[in-house]
């Protein structure tokens, strides 16, 4: 057990669906961390946040939206979906030294049908 | 644009043997951090070692060890006395920048390595 918390595990919906991914950081992480891993585009970053506000963003579409709670817990909102959708969304979150690499979640599986 | 680059799409590793995974990247900032994460056929991802641009030594962890050479900026992982335990993929990553709390991982495409008994 790694210390990150991602549910549900693995998901299938609908095209045209909403979708919810809900991640709990490491006990003392404040950074979180949200990527999709899909076939052919690899492993991309979507968004930070660092103790409730958002820091960066990368390649994530309008239809995806997330936020981090008070409680440090995250949620990436998944709207509009697609089947090129379908990925492993893993959440991953950070102490705040550089020598330590992310903690990741063991991942949601993501399958748009 | 910062870049990874992992030449290997897949490697064959009889057990027990020393296997290299080439990774080289590219960045104009001075301060960049280099990872390798490992990746099972179950989906998680698990850091393996981490390499700062401005450590003079070579990081190792266990049977894992990264040889950072900065003027050729490759940083290739080897993994000591393969087990059958290490196939999996393996990613090489880069984040710039000083702010801890302020960046992300860019990342290579991996490479497959599956160890044979």
């Known amino acids: 057990d790694s210390g990150v918390t991602q549910t549900p595990k693995h998901l299938i919906t609908a095209t045209g669906q909403r979708v919810t991914l809900r991640c709990s950081p490491r006990?003392?992480?404040?950074?979180v961390y949200w990527y999709q891993q899909s076939l052919d585009q690899g492993l991309q970053f979507l968004i930070q946040y660092y103790n409730g506000e958002e820091r960066a963003k990368g390649n994530i579409l309008e239809r995806f939206s997330a936020q981090q709670f008070p409680d440090l817990h995250s949620e990436l909102n998944l709207s509009s979906l697609e089947l090129g959708d379908s990925a492993l969304y893993f959440c991953?979150?950070?102490?705040?030294?550089?020598?330590?690499?992310?903690?990741f979640g063991s991942g949601t599986r993501l399958t748009v049908v | 644009a910062q870049k990874i680059t992992q030449t290997q799409p897949g490697m064959f590793v009889q057990e027990k043997e020393a296997v290299t995974l080439d990774c080289t990247y590219d960045?104009?900032?001075?301060?960049?951090?280099l990872f390798w994460y490992k990746q099972p056929s179950s989906g998680e991802m698990i850091f393996l070692i981490y390499q700062g641009s401005y450590d003079e030594q070579n990081a190792t962890e266990g049977r894992y060890s990264l040889n950072f050479q900065k003027a050729r900026k490759s940083a290739n992982l080897v993994i000591s006395a393969s087990q059958l335990g290490d196939s999996a993929m393996y990613f090489c990553?880069?984040?710039?920048?000083?702010?801890?709390?302020?960046?992300?991982?860019?990342w290579g495409a991996g490479t497959k390595l599956i160890i044979k008994p």
């Open positions: 991953a979150s950070k102490r705040d030294r550089a020598g330590y690499g992310y903690t």
């Open positions: 990553a880069m984040r710039e920048g000083q702010r801890d709390s302020n960046y992300q991982l860019i």
């Open positions: 006990s003392g992480d404040l950074s």
């Open positions: 960045t104009s900032d001075q301060s960049y951090g």
